[in-house]
Every structure is written in structure tokens, then in C-alpha cells.
């Protein structure tokens, strides 16, 4: 943690704050400068022995700072995320996922291979399910995607078929051996969703829901976390942090996009995402252009340039008959569209010297 | 709802949509123009007798109508809310509050008077509480905020006391005769924060836990529901529709200041909100400049500001001792700040023709 | 400035780091910190007895060290601004402007009083503008606004008149007393603008047109510098900076809604803009509700509060008949609105202790 | 058009819409629903046998249509665009740009191959261009970038070395084949800018230069018009609409990156825009992901990903020497760094079916 003093403030107010700093178990170095001095803070705080004692200045103390009459301004150094972060964690996190159809019988997420994820926004029938499983199965995804609760903006939406749905998964799961990621949207539902799902996802609404957060934290399922529609990527690691400091280290990101002024698409997917996560995290990051855009239209080329820039996997939404979804019909692929992205997918994903599991 | 067809599409086309139109129980009237045809959409749809059935078209169908190969956008004309909105319920909604201290026992929220809510961000001791509520109140605040239970960026931030908080809460309103508002973050705490509580507060992160709103909406108490800080106002009316939908009408929402590029203040307060608002809804706003602009020094002007544009009350963050709060402590206003923010309220209240309650 | 080192960097880089410095004609110190090191800079660059020279490191410095392999960021801690800023001129300007209606035969913007500025949009006819003059001069506006040369989104919309614009806003002048301000877009056009106006405008598309900032730099009138429509406060202040190192140092700045993702206004008013403004810069501040806004209805709560929150002047849109501007006809006053403004204004001003200059 | 009625709104209001629209030269079409009328607007303004003549409804009509009293809001249809739309101009424009390097003497921008654009963000000196220069062609550039004007946020910053800078980009030219891309600011500018250059760029901050883009309307040069650090799409394709209308039909559209509240990137660069903008128009678009991102590390992802959604070319800043580069050298890839992207690109061009021009 850096202080700025104030221009041309007095010895006296610089002592002021040597002192506030050594009272709370800090050091500062002040650099005098013909303008101003700059205070350089060390030490660290937080029970000893926890991460919370790694990650530096305990942001509180920060602001008190920065409220002292001769300080202009304080500035943090460290980052504020620590079990997140690839200071900490060196090596890429491999997130496993038991997948029956392929031959290893498991994927790894974060390797050097991409992972598909597709399937319906929401799970609306067994029928509309099977088919669907089938079909992304068949065309080389191994994770099936479906929503059982569903957010809503409106109350008078479909909000899903709850653990009907979930059912439906698990049987597409022992009748085509895809594993299964389905939203979880509150705490009391974790157990319930844990016994029929593979991965656990946190939507973008919930990104900052602490008490969710926590509670995924001490599953024992890999959690994909969305990020939040106006998160910033610090806010969005420091969620991650959460989950990872409650004991489960399974976490995989999701650029979903983002919220700007334009109007035309949904959301603004943010692609640099994808390479900075993999400069400031050891965590997998995945794409999910369908909800990124909005617009069926654009999954595609969204889905190419994820996978230039590196993302570890794709979860697209796929509906074998869109114009008659509950949900989301316009951002998801038909059958015949997620057949041809494939070949597209393999071809980009060669190009840049990785691989895609298909089987 | 209206369909606008791609240009220069063909008659078959347009019977299409007719077509589909009929068999989602909906009427079709085209208006076909040199370049394009328009069709409006008339007929409505959701379970009948509900509110839903009022609200106009499914979302879904919209967007099932958007992904027929010849239109080329679908409009919405109906807003999605209905209880929220004054077409709906054309009075001022009030929201009562009991207020042991003022003479009529008391508030209305939504009235011709500017209600003063004041307190520390977290409650952290009951020296801190009791000093900052006799203060508040002496100044002439008649609510006492204060939060048990904190949202926290980081998980080693501080969370709050918890029940232990919300019994100091309702200490200091036996004691100051202060109503308290303090926040719920899931929704197994609503009992227990409906015990202790007169208002209970969603935060921003929560705007849109449906499962959340769900729950206070069945809540006997009054709920305070601040804007997502990248919500739109219609998204903001509709989680506000959530609670209206589960029974619970009093509903208050609260500005706090959206996320811009702007990085001097932490958000931008949307002033604009606040006579928005009263014109789409007959819900009462109250206005954060606390957490809307997260510094001290604009937290006056931005009180002022949000009077002058018609808030219907202020909820300001107050410590005895801002350098050494736990949270937010650069936002808070020291209790000589807040006790000289109060005739300044009184003089702008008064020019707009308003009052201040405040015995 | 700072340059913070990655975690863990040996000695060799900081040495390299501290030579870079000195090579520039900088000084560097270190504080070693058990994680990293950071190293607070000294000196200043810039050719000596500039305002240049003032302000700190040269910007291509920091990024220039931000390269380095071992730094981890660069954090600039004085501000770029220099003569825009209140450090360096501690007293508010007050911007002089020859008035001929008021017996004082001038005003002065950022003075105690607040300055009403009105008229249409743009410059539509002569009987427009001058019905418009005498109806806002009668009801309190000392400074009539009004386009001749107009920005417009679309080539197919209206430009303006041009330069018989500028000759109907001096006959107005002369016949109702008013200063004038107007819009200048291009540097060719400075000298005739001048010759007309009292006070220039640049435009929010402009406001980083910089070969037309250093024109009006060079120019003898006051200019007021509309903030850009995604401008930072310090984009904003630096591109006053560049006027007022010019020699021009009449500047006023003038806030008129941000671009963010809320679609039912077109832009909105950042009012903490004003108390910001009011602490980092000398120079005074007015404000546009009619653009910041871009509805009518919301211009008389949003003037109030921007008075509310210290502005130093309002400029307003009225029309006589808004139905038929042909350009932002949605966000004009009509006169009558204009005159019901106009008491509402004077209270809130009283209130907060300033006055309104009309006569 | 559409104009959408208040709720319960009596007949005589929408009779007022009627006539209002008649004896504007429209014919209105009303839908009259259980809740609410619309009316749909047929006919077109604008001077016969312009260009506005076709592209609907001029936007102040819609503005006074939206002031009525009974008018809840006006829908547009059309697009506001005319030239620069796909449906007016169904096939890809291909803009021909002289390259003596390449063995055919000239590249056409907007068809199956990319084109590599690389070089200094500014001209520094003959030793900086030549090397870069060299290093770009032999990589496999054909267009050569450097700024002799250069926009600076603030007044102390390098502003470019003027005509000067164009005579260097002219000596590199002739001595390496390359063509020639540079910046204009001002009007007046334009005449000796296309004297040196083979193609003129308009910077993001001057997309809404309205004089500008006239008079590079005017111009022989083919154009590459950056979009706006906030500007919507629709507003960029506009901005292209005032160029082409002007005459110049050689428009090329660069995104370079939009402003959010991210603060690791200088921008958010929105690669959904490359497949829009092809849907949309028949303009070719290109890329600068060293504006974009503002970060070397994130050129070579963000260019692989613009390849992979569409983009027909690639703006690439490069420095010999990146660490004393004048301006933006955080940005700025090694000579190295260049020619290690070059193989990714063709590989990943390759991948979707198209291939660079080198030769």
C-alpha cells in the first residue's frame, strides 16, 4: 500500500501518519519529493496463518487513510484475491469431470484441450432434452448443458421445472454419457443439485451472492462462475476467491459478457478476458458466446475468436426447435447450426496448436 | 408487441408470421409499407386472472417471432411491470413505518415529507451504535440504519456481527425510539431479520436474487430494494414486481449510484432516477449518496441534489469515528458532518414546498 | 510517480530499473517490502519553465517502464492538469461576461450567483429566435443560447444556418440585451464565431478535437467546454488544460450527461460532477439538463438539483414551439415551462445561500 | 415509424396524430388494441431523389411526434443509414489500396484475404520508421502505419512531428513498396495528408468530426474510420454515412476498442462488432487490438480472435524499441513480437477458409 500525501503538507502530518500505521502493526517509508511525500506501507494484517494475512492491507484500514486531512489519495498494490491468483499458484488448475462417453472417461478443464458444452437454455421436456443430448452428443460435445432453475428478469417467466429437471439431466447423462452442468441459485438447493449434477454453474446475477458463494464452496462439485454482467475481472477473482477459500478448489471462470451502451447485442463480450484470467489465474476459463451476444447470429464467429484467444471451453446453447423455446429461442443454435460449428471449431482450435475431446 | 419484417419480404412471409401469431392465441394486423410491413400484435397472454396475464406478451414468443427468417426485429410496447407501474395503481403508494420518537408514532415513506434514515454502514460494537443512533437522532434522523449482515467483496473483508448486530439494533430503537432498516442477504435469515427489523434492505448485489425477493415478498415487513449497479430502471421496477407479486406492497426503492467509467467516484449517482421513477411508478424512492458516490466530501451535495429532484428520503452513512470503521469508512460522515447536513436538508426541502419529519 | 516490482524480483532488476531512472534525469527509492519493492520517483521532466515542467513525469516514461520485464505496474500520482487545477490556482475564476440587460452591465460565471442561460436549440428562423429571446430574457435568462452550426448524428439531418444564425443571435443581442453563446465545430470558423458570440461552446463530440481546442485556446472570448459524452473528469480537465495553455483562460466547464447503459434517457447527468469539479479545479461549472437528460420532463428536476449540488449556471432548451423544432424538439422547454422554472430555481438557490443574476 | 399511444388515450388524440402526420406528408395506419392503439407511419422525407429521401422519416418529426401529449413513444424502423447499409448495397465493397510490394501492385481490402497493416503508433525519426519499416515488410506486411499527427489526451504531450512525419512515411514507402496509412485531425489538413499518404485514417476521437468527415468525403483516398471510444454502431455506421455521402465511396471501418468500467484494459475491444458490421453493411472492417487492449500482452490473442470472427485486416503497432517509444509503448509489440504473431495469423486465417496477402 502506497500514500499520497498532499502537496506541500507539513513534518507534522506525515508523522501523524508513521504513527497511525505503526499502531496498526504497519511500517511506512516515506519518500520526501519536492512536491510531495509518498508513504510506502509494509506489513501485512489478518489472523495469522490464514490467507487473509497474505493478501496484504486489510482494505478497511485503507480507507481510514485516506481519510486523513493531509492524505490525497491511497493506493493498493497488492492484489486483493490471493488463493486465485497465479502469484500464489503458479501451474495451470486441471478441473477433472468424470465424462462416460469419452475414452478416458473424464475430461480435463484448463489442459490443452477444449471442452464443448452445449444444450438448451432451459430444460423444458423429456423430449426436448433427448434430442437435443443426442444430437450435441453426436456432433462432439461431451458436457450437456440445461437449466432446471432458471432466473428470470420478469416473475411472470418461466423460471424452469426445478428438480423435475434436474432428473431429466441425470437421465441424459446414463443415456448418453455426457456429464452435466446445470445452474444452482441459492444455498438451500445445493445439496439437492449436487446429487444430480456434474458441475455446478453460478450465474451472472449471483456472481457477488456471498452466502451462495459459500455454500458452493464446500461442495464437492467443480463450480463454474459466471462472471457478473457489470463485474470487473478483480471483483469477479475475488468471487473465485470465495469459493477457493471455503475448500474447493474446483473452479472454472465463464466470460459471459458484458453490460456497455450498445444496444444492438445484449451484452459486449469481453474476449480480452479470456488471456488476461490466464496471466493473473491458474483457473479455467470457458466461453459462452450464447448468452454473451444475445444473438444466435453471432455465436459462431464468437465462438472462433474465444478459442483464438484461448478459452478452455464452450457452453452454447442449442435447442432443436428455437422458435418455440420458453427461453432465450433467439440466442440459441439449431441442431443443423451446432453440426456445422464443430468442424469450424476443430479447425480454429488445430490452428492454434490445441486440441478438442470428442470422444 | 409489434413485428417488423425484413425488407421487400414476400407475402408468404408475412402470412407466416400471421399464422404463427394465431396459433400462440394472439391477432396479427399488418400495415404494409413501400419498403417494409409492420405488424402489430394484439392479445395477451400468461395464466388468466393472474398478473401475468395482464403484462402482455410472453417474453419468449418475442423472441420465437425474432427468429423467423423474414422479421427483422420485434418490438415491445407494453412495459413487462404491472404492479410497479402507475398506469396500473395511479396513487402514491405510502409506506408506513412506526417511528416511536415523532409525535404521530409514525412515518409515511412516499408522502409530502423527506424522511431522514442515518447510522453506521456495519454495526460493529454497541458503543459505536448507540453513539452514532443518539446522535442521528438528535440531529433529527428518524430511521437508524446499520447492517448485521454485510456483502463483502472479499471474503477476508469484514461480514458483519450478525444476530448479535440486529440485537443492538433493536436496543438502540427501544432506547432512541428510531425505526431500524438493516439488510437480509439469503433468504433463510428473512425470519429472523423480520424479528428484529422495521424495514428489511436488499443490496445491490441482490437486486436480482430472485429467490431473495421471492422471500421478502412474503414478508410482513416494509423492503427497501436498491438498484443493481448496473441495472436498468426497467429491470429494477421488475425485481420490484417480484415482491409486489408475492403480496408484500410496500415496496421502496432506493438509488445508489450505477457503475460508469468514471473512476474518481465509486459509482455515479443517477439523479435522473429519482423523477423517473415517480413517473413510471407509484413506489416512493429514497436516494444512497453514501454508497452513490463513496466519498465524504460529496455525500452534502448529493443530498441536496437528490431532494432538489423529489427523493422521497435519504439514507446516510454516519460513524462517530470514520477513520477506524470497519467499512466504507471513507463514505461514512462524522456526526458533526451529518448534524450540519441537517438545516441544509430543511432549507432545500422547504424551497421545493416538501418538509423534513423529524419529531 | 511509483513503480511497483513484481513479487519476488532480485536486486539486478531494481538496479536496472534505478539507472533507467537516472538516465532520464529521474531519482528513484526503493522500499523493500517483504513481497516486492516499490520505488517512488522523483524529478520532473518537461522543458524547463513550461507548464509542462510542472507536471510531473513525462507519460511516455511511465509506459516506457510499465515495459520493463520486472515491474509489475506504474501508478501516477500527480495529476497531468496543471493549470486547470486548484493546487496550482487556489482561487475560484470568475469568467466576465459583458451583459447589457442587467444594470451591472456584466455577470460573473463562478461567482456566488448562478447564471441562467437559455433559448432554442438551434437557430430555426428569425421570428424563433427572437419570440424565444424576449420570453426568456422577461422571465429571468441573461445569456441566450442558440445553434448556428449544429452537430448532427446523421449527414441527412439539420446542420444549422450558419453564419445567418450568428447574425440573428447578435440581432437578438442587440434588441433584447442578452449575451450570446453559440457553438463553433471547426478552427476555420473561430475568428467569424468570435465576431458574433460572446462566448464560444464547444461541443461534446469535440471536446478532444484538440487543433480546435488550441484555436479557441488562442481566441478572445470565454469558452465554455462541454464534457465528452464517455470523458473522465481528467480527460475532461486536460482538455481545459489545453485552452488555458493557450492564454485563453476563461474557461467554464459544463456537464451534460455521460454515455451508460440505461436506455430511457439518452444520457445521464453525473451531478457529482459539480462538487468534483468545485475541489479539483478553480474553473467554474454549468450545467445542461436538456442534453444531459433528452427529456423535457426531467429538465426542471434535474436543474434543481444540479443548483442543489453547486452549479455555477444552467443552460436550458426552450423553444416556443418544441412541437416543430427541427432539431431536439423532445427535450425543449416550451416558454411557459421556462417561466414556471424560473421561481423554482430562485428558491432553491436561496436555500443553499447563492442568488440568481437578472437584472 | 411506429407511434405508440398512451394507455386509454380517446380517439380524438389519435385523430390529432393522424392529421399531424398527414400534414407532414406521412399516412398513419392505427392498430387499436384492448389496452392501446399504435399506429403505424408510412411514407418517407427528405428532398426527392436524395439519399435522404430514402432512409425514412426525418428524426425531428419523430421528436415532435414524442412531445404530444398523448404519445407514449416513438419507434424508428428504418435504419438511419442509407450508403453504408447492407440492404441498400447488397454486395462487399472492396477497397483497392496501390501496394508496389506485392506482386499484383495493389491489395483489395473486404475480400477472402487479410491484410496486415503494421508499424509505429508515431513517427519518431528516419532511423525508427526505416528499421520498423523494414522489419513489418519483411515479416509480411503490406501496409505501413504511423502517426505525423497525433492526438494527445493531454497538452504536454508529444502532438507528432507533422509534415515531416509524412515525408518519412513517403521515403519508406518508395523504398520498401509498402502503402501508406496516417492520421488526419483537421479540415484544413487533409489536402497535404493525401498528398503522402495511401490511405487516411480518422481517429476515434474525431468519429463525430462532422467537418472532417465531410472533407474527406471529398477526398480521393480510400478511409479507415475508427470508431468512437463510445459510440454505438449505429452512430459509427453513420459517421460512415456522412463520408460516403459526400462522394468517397472507399470507406473501411477499424474497431479499436469501446470504453467500460474494466480498468486492467484501456478498452474493451467488442470483436462482435466485426460480425455485425457484416451483416449490416457492405463496408470492410479491420482491427487495432494495440488500441483495443492498450497491453502488449494481448495483441496476439485479440488479433488471432479478430481473424477468427472476420476481420479483413489487422492494425498492429510495432517498435523497434518499445521501452523509449515517444507514445504508446506499453502497446507496442517488439519487431520480435510481430514476427512471432505472423505464422499464428496465417495459421489461424487459414483455419476459416481465407488467407494474407505478403507477396
Known amino acids: 500500500m502506497i500514500v499520497v500525501m498532499k502537496q506541500h503538507c507539513d513534518e507534522e502530518a506525515i508523522e501523524h501518519v508513521l504513527s497511525f500505521l505503526t499502531n496498526h502493526g504497519l511500517s511506512g517509508h516515506p519518500s520526501r519529493g519536492v512536491e510531495r511525500t509518498i508513504i510506502g506501507v509494509l506489513g501485512a494484517v489478518g489472523p495469522a496463518g490464514t490467507p487473509g494475512s497474505m493478501v496484504g492491507i486489510n482494505p478497511a484500514l485503507g480507507e481510514a487513510l485516506e481519510s486523513l486531512p493531509c492524505v490525497e489519495s491511497v493506493i493498493r498494490v497488492s492484489k486483493p484475491y490471493k488463493l486465485a491468483s497465479r502469484e500464489f499458484h503458479p501451474e495451470d488448475t486441471l478441473v477433472n469431470v468424470p465424462v462416460p462417453c469419452v475414452s478416458r472417461g473424464a475430461v480435463s478443464i484448463g489442459s490443452d484441450s477444449v471442452i464443448m458444452m ?50 431429466l439431466l441425470a437421465k441424459a447423462r446414463s443415456e448418453f454419457g455426457l456429464a452435466v452442468i446445470t445452474e444452482v441459485m441459492t444455498p438451500t438447493d445445493v445439496p439437492m443439485v449436487c446429487e444430480y449434477a456434474d458441475i455446478l454453474q453460478i450465474g451472472t446475477r449471483n456472481m457477488q451472492n456471498y452466502m451462495l458463494l459459500d455454500e458452493v464452496g464446500r461442495a464437492s462439485k467443480p463450480v463454474v462462475l459466471k462472471r457478473g454482467m457489470s463485474a470487473t475481472i478483480e471483483e469477479w477473482l475475488l468471487a473465485a476467491e470465495y469459493i477457493l477459500s471455503q475448500g474447493n478448489r474446483n473452479v472454472i471462470l465463464c466470460e459471459r459478457g458484458i453490460r456497455t451502451f450498445e444496444k444492438i447485442t445484449r451484452n459486449t463480450m469481453d474476449i480480452s478476458a479470456i488471456p488476461l484470467i490466464k496471466q493473473l489465474s491458474h483457473l479455467p476459463i470457458i466461453s459462452d458466446p450464447s448468452q454473451g451476444t444475445g444473438r444466435r447470429d453471432l455465436v459462431t464467429p464468437l465462438s472462433l475468436a474465444s478459442i483464438a484467444a484461448g478459452t478452455d471451453g464452450l457452453l452454447i446453447e442449442v435447442h432443436p426447435n428455437p422458435d418455440e423455446a420458453l427461453k432465450d429461442g433467439a440466442q440459441s443454435l439449431t441442431i443443423q447450426q451446432f453440426q456445422e460449428l464443430m468442424p469450424q471449431v476443430l479447425a480454429v482450435t488445430q490452428a492454434i496448436g490445441r486440441k478438442v475431446v470428442t470422444e
Open 118 to 167: 452445449a444444450g438448451p437454455c432451459t430444460v423444458e421436456s423429456e423430449k426436448q432434452l433427448m434430442t437435443t443430448a443426442q444430437a450435441v452428443r453426436e456432433a462432439g460435445a461431451v458436457i450437456l448443458r440445461g437449466g432446471a432453475f432458471k432466473p428470470s428478469t420478469s416473475p411472470y417467466g418461466f423460471r424452469g421445472l426445478g428438480e423435475e429437471g434436474l432428473r
